[in-house]
């Protein structure tokens, strides 16, 4: 058996362009589905993809690791750079596909089998509407609590949101009482039975950090989210020691040696390595185990498109370590119309059960596809109130 062609279909979803990967095999019918999208960089990955497929087009699809091998180590350059790395994984997550595919099984099952009889997922505020998650201004504590409410009423019990504003490294109380306001909000509009999460993207210096998680460690969040730049693992491991909260980290990492270095010094208690940037399904593997050895849990970052969705409910059937799938579902109103998944999401309570078709058990809609083409993905940009960088 061999890989015939490796496609990118590119489907543009507002905020993010998802990036499809299609393996093809000399089988007749027999291909895979990967994704690798990757905001504000769709034109570089799709020629990461093409760079990859002279590689590996005339290999055997189903040799997956020694293909991940020859992706990462091979052209010399080894393959953690984000735009190699992401590419790497959507070719790997559609390898994983086919295998599924050819054993005529769920790609849990080629893992040990389900773990769980059902998957938690969250949703960001708004369901994934990017004015709603991204714009919702923390001056406007009141906008939180109605968005949460919203959310719990679509049958959520888990969610999270952005009230934490871009601060230069030293800022005094001002935004740390924003950032409180908000999450009363919140917590008075839902209670203590649901769970939420704050994301403060990076944003914060660590001493930043370490304040907005003292300010919000008593109202019990589900954890706390790159509370500073995940550089630094000095300052995620000192704010994960000074508070209660969970610390979750690792979206934007995608060097096995990094999670080692910030496992082993504790920078986290919720790894959020992202299925489609860290080297696929074949790395997230190893990043697991890894984080299995310290006891920290695993809530892959999935802010992106269907494929991501399938490949981080397949993986946390397989994984005790997993606690719950990041979704979005508001992003653009036609998401559910490019795929066909073969699992479903109970509305009460918003879980999700085995998937029962073979591999990922998805198909992509490719006339559905090109009906949003490639548009430059708007910018999100964050300057401070004297004019110099900020992080968005
Ligand atoms: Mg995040």
Redesign the pocket.
Known sequence: MKITKIETLVCHARMRNWVFVKVLTDEPGLFGWGEATLEWHTRAVVGAVEDLAELIVGEDPRRIEHLWQMMYRQHFWHGHGIVRSTAISGIDIALWDIAGKIADMPCSQLWGGPVRDWIRTYCHLGGGRMEDMYETSVDDAKQFGELAREAVEEGYTAMKSMAVPPTMPIEGLRPIRLAEAAVVAMRDAVGDDIDLMV?C??RPSPAMGLKFGKALDPYGLYFF??PCWPESIEGLAMINQAIATPVATG?RITDLTYFQRLFAERGCEVC?FDITHCGGLTASRRIAALADAHRISLAP?N?QGPVSTAASLEFGFSQPGYIICETVHGDVPWRADVVDEGFVVQPEGRIVRPNTRPGLGISINEDEVRKHPFEQELPQRVFYRDGSVGDW
Do not use: V
Request: charged share 45%.
């Open positions: 994301d993207h990076a989210e790159e979206e959020q970052h802010p």
